[in-house]
């Protein structure tokens, strides 16, 4: 042997993938100490409630490895809220599985259904997991825009995409980045479009518990034809305000639960036993998600009367913890460029929308996560009144 040690090349998977407008903002906000409303996750605390029983369940010795697919209690109380809500029973032991939070689980769904030359529709702008997931499968993702303006789902548009090679169709409701929800017509609409396909469904519904104005959320639980074709993904850490947790759950049919499962076993086996223990024995109240959206709509209003003495257009918040705003009475600069500047020159982070397209798609608005503690919301207004 010769010369220093060499590491083979390696070709990567995914070429697209470098570092993420998230990545850049939040160092951004750090660096110039601005007030981080760019992370889509809480600056609070949860329920000191949840934390105890989490403790308790550690402290009882519940700390080995679980069921595969989860603690069963765990299971059956996800299954009782599920029908509590949406009116559908799912089978606890056949039909429900906790998972490493909710990327965990649309990822693994991907893996369980698609194969290589399968296409899968996305709607975008979409969650920046979803075209990674489908092209680590082998997969392609045909992306078909949501409306620009309202984003609206548009039916023709989906219609016109689906194909022999079309293997599924991921939804999300409540959406992320938009703020939009689905109404009962868009699911119904979804479901007949559907009906003399076999394309599969994977509906990310994350913000279940973040529906606004009275609305309620059109679970793909609700509707008899698409939860016979649909893996439901949700978060606990969404839910209870603890994403650091890395917990959540898919519903989805026995046949298609199988065949998730036999991905899941080999790819994450399965969630840390204390948690999902504590999990369980905190949702023998269900007031924490039933007053969800009264908590958050306080906040999105809130913020919303302080948007309002800005130059920027309020764009509809009807779900999730995220509001919109336009920014074309603002500047002129593209939607990233204006987002460093607001980070930079004001002390408040955002999120270009631009930046959940494929094609860097720009129409102006930008994304602020309202998850935050009133002061953190009164710190940020206190400085974008300065627009």
């Known amino acids: 042997m010769s010369g220093a040690p060499r590491t083979p090349p390696i070709q990567t998977k995914l070429p697209a993938v470098g570092t993420t407008i ?8 750090t660096e ?14 949860c329920d000191p409630r949840l934390v105890d029983a989490v403790t308790e369940a550690m402290k009882q010795g519940l700390n080995q490895y679980p069921p595969m697919p ?6 059956a109380a996800v299954a009782a809220k599920i029908e509590a809500l949406y009116g559908r029973s799912y089978d606890a032991g056949c039909e429900i599985t906790i998972t490493a939070g909710a990327t965990q689980a649309i990822i693994t769904a991907i893996l369980a259904i698609v194969r290589p030359g399968d296409e899968v529709i996305v709607l975008e702008p979409c ?39 079309t293997r599924a169709v991921l939804i999300n409701s409540p959406h992320n ?11 119904l609409a979804l479901q007949e479009l559907l009906a003399p396909t076999d394309v599969f469904v994977i509906s990310d519904e994350v913000y279940e518990h973040m529906v606004f104005d009275g609305r309620d959320h059109q679970s793909a639980a609700r509707f008899p034809g698409l939860a016979a074709r649909t893996f439901i993904v949700s978060s606990f850490g969404k839910t209870y305000h603890v994403t650091g947790w890395k917990v959540g759950f898919v519903a989805a049919p026995a046949a298609l639960t199988a065949e998730f499962r036999k991905v899941h076993q080999f790819n994450v086996f399965t969630v840390n036993t204390p948690v999902q223990h504590g999990l369980a024995a905190y949702m023998a109240d269900p007031q924490p998600h039933l007053q969800l959206p009264a908590f958050y709509q306080r906040k999105r209003d809130l913020f919303r009367e302080g948007l309002a003495r800005t130059k920027f257009k309020i764009l509809p918040s009807q779900g999730s913890y ?36 494929d094609n860097g798609f720009d129409q102006r608005v930008v994304r602020f996560c309202f998850a935050k503690k009133d002061e ?11 627009l």
Do not use: H
């Open 32 to 45: 110039k100490g601005a007030v981080n409303l760019g992370q889509g996750f809480p600056d609070f605390d």
């Open 70 to 75: 989860g603690v069963p209690t765990l299971r």
């Open 127 to 165: 969650y920046d997991s979803y075209v990674p997931n489908i092209e680590l499968a082998g997969g392609t993702a045909v992306r078909v825009p949501l409306t620009p303006g309202t984003f609206r789902p548009d039916f023709g548009k989906i219609a016109a995409a689906i194909s022999g090679k």
């Open 177 to 187: 980045p938009s703020a939009t929800v689905w109404s009962q017509e868009d699911m």
């Open 376 to 386: 953190t919301l009164r710190s940020a207004l206190d400085r974008l009144a300065r």
């Open 322 to 357: 995220f509001q919109c705003v336009d920014i074309s009475q603002v500047s002129a600069l593209s939607e990233a460029e204006f987002c460093k500047w607001l980070t930079s020159e004001i002390g408040v982070a955002a999120i270009p929308l631009s930046a959940f397209y």
């Open 22 to 29: 998230f990545t850049v903002m939040s160092a951004l906000a």
